[in-house]
């Protein structure tokens, strides 16, 4: 595998539609849950940590295993109770195996799409066999994860406007240390061990659907 391939697949430009969805951000802000820099700062430590006991260990999981993947896509369907969530869920992962699809033509490729069409297709167990088929290690897929939580966020802190670009990547940059603690202590959980650790944030993003008017999609 090219180095450059861990490069590609962490780029904003990779067209998997993250940035459609605010990560429950948009529902938070407006119910004044974040209102400010410091509450977003805690917005992102929470939900890294989230991220790092909810849906590492099935990216891990399906990693290690691909074979799970049936087996992975019903119990990460079984835990994610929110609905906008839960359907994010399953958009991201259907197009993160179509894209893969096209973008690197495989026969493996093509038969793990075939596969997620054939499920739910929730996008951390189809991350875990996609990076996997792609040959990147599990440290860096397990790290490409993480990041990618934190500057989704982020991202989409600036576009509602509750902070400037600069700042954005300040706080980016401020995360690493929540990001190594957070590797440190989930990259070894089973799938089994997946547990809630941020509620009040998962029940504002079950309330996104219920905005009068919103930007994004989740």
């Known amino acids: 595998m090219s180095e450059w391939l861990t490069w590609q697949v962490v780029d904003s430009a990779f ?4 940035f459609a969805h605010s990560w429950g951000l948009e ?13 977003l700062r805690r917005f992102v430590a929470e939900s890294i940590q989230q991220v790092g006991w909810g849906a590492l260990p099935l990216m891990t999981a399906a990693h ?7 087996e ?8 994610l109770t929110n609905g906008v969530a839960n359907r994010a869920s399953r958009v991201q992962g259907r197009t993160l195996a179509a894209t893969a699809a096209r ?14 069409e054939g499920i ?16 990147l290690a599990e440290d860096v897929a397990q790290r490409a994860v993480l990041y990618g939580a934190a500057r989704g966020i982020l991202s989409a802190a ?11 990547q300040h706080l980016q940059h401020e995360a690493a240390a929540e990001l190594d603690a957070t590797l440190d202590r989930c990259r ?4 089994e061990e997946i547990c809630q650790t941020a509620p009040v944030i998962d029940l504002l993003q079950g309330a996104h659907d219920r905005m009068y008017s919103r930007l994004f999609q989740s």
């Open 15 to 18: 067209p998997v539609g993250v």
């Open 27 to 39: 529902a938070a802000w407006q119910a004044g849950h974040v209102d400010g820099e410091a509450a």
């Open 64 to 70: 290690r295993s691909p074979e799970r993947l049936e």
């Open 72 to 79: 992975l896509d019903a119990l990460n369907h079984a835990f």
């Open 103 to 116: 973008v690197w033509p495989s026969a493996a490729m093509t038969e793990l799409n075939a596969r997620a």
């Open 120 to 135: 739910r297709a929730h996008v951390a167990p189809l991350t875990g066999v996609v990076f996997r088929t792609l040959g």
């Open 158 to 168: 600036v576009r509602l406007g509750i902070l400037g670009s600069y700042r954005a």
């Open 188 to 191: 070894g959980l089973a799938a």
